[in-house]
């Protein structure tokens, strides 16, 4: 189903959902912890639109390998903050000059990085590498899965354009002074979750700043409902039953939702990572909720500086120049 206000519903896809969460709804009750890492190792499957052939299925592989490559690279920049914030500045350069050189660098630039700043928030460790491997496992189970979907005669969406040249010089010098802030004011304040804001500045700017803005919009008020669902969520002290139910419901509304103008993923997927804290974590719920807030409306506010603003000064005084010599 398909309204005008911008969200896509398929039922289909919400099958598809329940069958890729299956392994954590049956693991949650016995386990909450592994049972919300199974949960976790599916996200980028479930939030990837299906492609209508079985074939080109197999980019979900590709899709969940970067994932983890992501995530063990920041994971590893995590344990020197000095080094973290250089690297992810330069990686940020390195993945929007190499952009437009084909569907793959698009996925480093749109996928890794945004898996970087979140690994941030996991210094190496056998956890880390743990959630790592979730991932791989989740991605193969769920390209196992997705092959006993039917086709469809539907072609590919085609890929977004990507600017070239000095542009995307420009962009990602913008994109990595923003997450490089980002980081470093999550290690300055010694942050729980460093690479939460981090991932937000990856994940929100664009090089469009018309994109920026409506995706800061966008993800700032679905993480903000995430988060305060998972909140409320934890507040009712859920059995260990209902969590796997309520995990398994969410990860297939992700999935059916996937193909919306609305930027509702977010949602989604910061309600089972933040759960996935909660489980593990002492803190109140609220404190919880607040921290994420905070850090989500850091990331947003940094992205619309430097995605949004700064091209626009740029673009004022490039104006000017022009006229001055004229």
């Not at 996937?258 to 609220?286: D, H, K, M």
Request: with cysteine.
């Amino acid at each position: 189903m398909d309204d005008q206000s911008g969200l896509t519903w398929r039922w289909s896809r919400f099958g598809l959902g329940v069958a890729f969460a299956l392994p954590a709804m049956v693991v949650t009750p016995f386990s909450p912890t592994l049972g919300l890492a199974f949960a976790v190792g599916v996200l980028p499957a479930a939030a990837f639109r299906l492609p209508p052939r079985r074939r080109g299925r197999a980019v979900i592989l590709l899709v969940g390998a970067l994932s983890a490559v992501g995530l063990l690279l920041g994971s590893l920049l995590g344990t020197v903050p000095a080094v973290a914030v250089v690297g992810v500045f330069v990686a940020a350069v390195l993945a929007s000059i190499t952009a437009a050189h084909g569907r793959l660098a698009q996925l480093v630039l749109i996928l890794v990085l945004p898996m970087m700043g979140i690994g941030l928030s996991f210094p190496w460790s056998p956890a880390a590498v743990g959630l790592a491997l979730c991932i791989v496992v989740g991605t193969v189970y769920a390209w196992l899965v997705s092959l006993l979907w039917p086709q469809r005669d539907e072609p590919p969406p085609a890929a977004a354009p990507v600017p070239r040249g000095r542009a995307m010089l420009v962009y990602g010098i913008l994109l990595g002074a923003a997450a490089a802030i980002a980081a470093a004011v999550g290690f300055l304040l010694d942050l729980e979750h460093v690479g939460w804001a981090t991932a937000a500045v990856l994940l929100v700017m664009r090089p469009v700043r018309g994109q920026v803005i409506a995706r800061s919009i966008g993800r700032a008020v679905s993480v903000l409902v995430g988060a305060l669902a998972a909140a409320a969520f934890a507040l009712l002290a859920p059995g260990d039953l209902l969590i796997g139910v309520v995990v398994g419901v969410i990860v297939a509304a992700l999935c059916a939702s996937q193909e919306s103008r609305w930027y509702v993923a977010p949602g989604f997927t910061t309600f089972i990572a933040l759960t996935f804290i909660l489980v593990n974590s002492s803190g109140a719920p609220g404190a919880r909720f607040l921290e994420r807030a905070l850090e989500t409306l850091l990331g947003v506010g940094l992205a619309l500086f430097f995605g949004a603003a700064v091209p626009s000064l740029l673009s004022l005084f490039a104006r000017r120049r022009r006229s001055m010599s004229v």
